[in-house]
């Protein structure tokens, strides 16, 4: 029997054992946002197989069926839950394929900050001298300026340089542009905390025996630095997702081709007047869920992950 074997179950049951795990079990309001925030994410990756409809087949959409209203009101039908759009489109099936795309903006752009402000905090926090005053700097620029203006202009700028881009460079502008109005956050965050763990033993033991700078701070201080970087990663998926969502309802965020739950809100805004008020109650509620889950399991994620709250 292998090692990896003997010790998985071992983990396994330190893990359960611990203090993390009889934190989230205890915790009420961890279990919930946690069961809210799984069902979303599974609904939106699984959108292909639970979906009852595929609103973006053009050849099941009937536009007889359009503008129903919720299957409990009177003029509604019961294949269509929460009702259909003026396309005729499935308002269920399209806010499972929306919230896809959201969380998949949202997330990649969370990655990218992640990587980016993490790069910058070690070399500014390990380093120091011109280079951290450089960044430090960089990152009071950046402060200066709202994320969302930020955001609003690069994706902007993107959209008016490649006006006939496909979906996938469309998608890779918007990411960007969230993700440099956010690596601020983790670059001073793990500053802070490399340069207190550049000055402990473990690292003047390594200098001394002659292990190369670049490999002390990837291989000894990175790891010690990246628990609060989760936990401000876990927060910041949910703000991204809502960064997301407002640019795609400005017009300048995913193409209508791929639309996410931004672009369903602006859309059914439209509506509104019309007495179609499902267009917009139905995005909205997901949009809200998705990033009330996420932003609750974070705050319990960072006192679990605090040792002064043990």
Request: overall charge neutral; some cysteine.
């Amino acid at each position: 029997m292998s090692a990896t074997t003997v010790s998985a179950p071992g983990a396994l049951r330190r893990f359960f054992d611990g203090d993390i795990w009889h934190s989230f079990r205890t915790s009420p309001v961890a279990m919930f946002s946690a069961l809210i925030a799984v069902l979303c994410i599974t609904a939106a990756l699984g959108a292909d197989l639970i979906s009852p409809h595929d609103p973006f087949d053009l050849k099941t959409l009937e536009l007889s069926d359009s503008m129903l209203p919720p299957a409990w009101m009177e003029g509604g039908k019961a294949k269509y839950f929460l009702g259909t759009d003026e396309q005729g489109r499935d308002v269920l099936s399209a806010l499972m394929y929306g919230a896809r795309i959201s969380l998949f903006v949202g997330g990649a752009a969370v990655v990218f900050s992640v990587l980016i402000g993490v790069a910058l905090g070690l070399l500014s926090g390990y380093i120091g001298g011109r280079v951290d005053a450089f960044i430090m700097r960089l990152c009071d620029v950046m402060l200066s300026f709202p994320a969302i203006l930020i955001a609003l202009l690069i994706s902007g700028v993107g959209r008016a340089m490649f006006p006939n881009a496909d979906d996938s460079l469309a998608f890779i502008v918007l990411i960007i542009s969230i993700s440099l109005g956010g690596w601020v956050q983790y670059a001073r965050t793990v500053r802070g905390s490399t340069m207190v763990e550049r000055n402990k033993e473990y690292v003047q033991a390594a200098r001394v025996i002659g292990v190369p700078q670049l490999r002390i701070m990837v291989k000894h201080v990175l790891p010690n630095v990246m628990g609060p970087v989760l936990v401000l990663a876990t927060i910041q998926v949910a703000t991204a997702i809502l960064t997301e969502a407002t640019l795609s309802f400005l017009g300048v965020g995913v193409s209508p081709t791929s639309p996410s739950l931004g672009t369903f809100i602006n859309e059914g805004n439209k509506q509104l007047f019309s007495g179609a008020w499902w267009l917009v109650i139905f995005p909205g509620a997901m949009l809200v869920l998705i990033a009330l889950s996420i932003n609750l399991f974070g705050d319990w994620l960072r006192d679990a992950l605090n040792p002064r709250l043990r």
